[in-house]
């Protein structure tokens, strides 16, 4: 499942590179991406699309580093983006706003007007109300804006209920019944050009009957649409493919990709898919330090130096990582004995069931629970799967500079963000002076 972190000579490693080294190198916390990883995964989409128009659209709140925006674009990428920033992040990473597509509910005007400055593909847009304010914008910019409507289609995607988004009582798109006449309604305001249909019912899904059940419904509206006179140059399938993270079984890339074409069922319109977690989950891992090791009464902890600041899946949705010693058992250097210590021999390390939690003053700060870890104070300890929706969803909380992010290629290991420095945290605030 992490193909790209293995152990070599007992040694956890992303590619060719010691996680005990980078460690060293760069301190932890610390997030470390597989270039390979990013790469592979990117290019099976690719395979799979082969003979279809199809265009992948990273998205970029998974993660939003500029090193792995950069590494996509260079591979052909395109961008879901959610927000002014993420588009200013995709220009400064080279992307180019050609291929660049905007959803989200909430959009201000200044973001449409820079999304329409800089030449966007497509406006995913979320409602009526959103339609009639990106045409007055266009308007006054004397620009046309290129539109889809993102369809809720009502299909339960089977997934956690925070990242479900594709059920009748979720804020986003607009509603099924709805589109028909919203579409007709954007077709008569003069300053959008109707391109696509888009729809996204939410986040690490690990079957594909939801997505087929998904394309089927929007199909069946292009069907109903075209009876109209309304035709599409693309359909925006969204993203959500789940990764591995403990026993679940997602479809692969390939199947993934094969099941969407086959709901086309011949059907020619370029396809759009804005995968995240997928590209990026299992490419990095987050590398933290054993601080202390705590017996209580009932349980054991190991402290770490990463928390939920760092990473707040755990603590926001129970979500599971896998957490793996740098070191293994194997070859754990014991103390060296001598009779005197009275430690005698070769120490086998004991097992123990552990918490491993972060030094945050919430007893919802936890990585895992029940962990059984064989691990002393200062041993290094990997969270897999956090490359997605780890270092974006981080925060300052206590005070807590962010994490270094360090990326591997082969045997080179480099810094693509520098730890963060207290005195940044403090820029822009002020005394308050009467
Ligand atoms: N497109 C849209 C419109 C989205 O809202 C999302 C994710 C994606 C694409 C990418 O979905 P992915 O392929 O990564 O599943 N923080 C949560 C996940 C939130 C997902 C939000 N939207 C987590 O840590 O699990």
Redesign the pocket.
Known sequence: MFDYFSYQNNQLCAEQVSLADIAQRFGTPCYVYSHAALTDGYRQFEAAFVGHEHLICY?V??NPNLAILHLLARLGAGF?I?SGGELQRVLAAGGGAGKVVF??VGKTVAEMRMALDAGILCF?VESEAELVRLNEVAGQMGKIAPVSL?VNPDVDAKT?P??S?GLKQNK?GVAYTEALTLYCRAGDLQHLRVTGM?C?I????TETSPFIAAAEKVLTLVDALANEGIRFEHLDL?????IRYSDETPPSIADYVAALLGALQGRSEKIIV??????V?NAGVLLTRVEYLKHGEEKNFAIVDAAMNDLM?PA??D?YHHIQPVQSKQDTPSPQSSPASGRGGERERQSLIYEVVGPVCETGDFLGHARELAIEQGDLLAVMSAG??GM??SSNYNTRPRAAEVMVSGTVAQLIRERETVQQLFVGEKTFLL
Do not use: C, W
Not at 202 to 205: A, D, I, P, T
Not at 274 to 279: A, H, K, Q, Y
């Open positions: 998205a709140k998974a879901d959610v959803s989200g995913n993102r956690h925070y990242i988004t986003f888009d996204h939410g986040s690490q899904l969204g993203g959500g493919l789940g804005e995968p995240g977690r997928v590209l989950g899946r926001l949705y979500a997605a929706y974006s969803m």
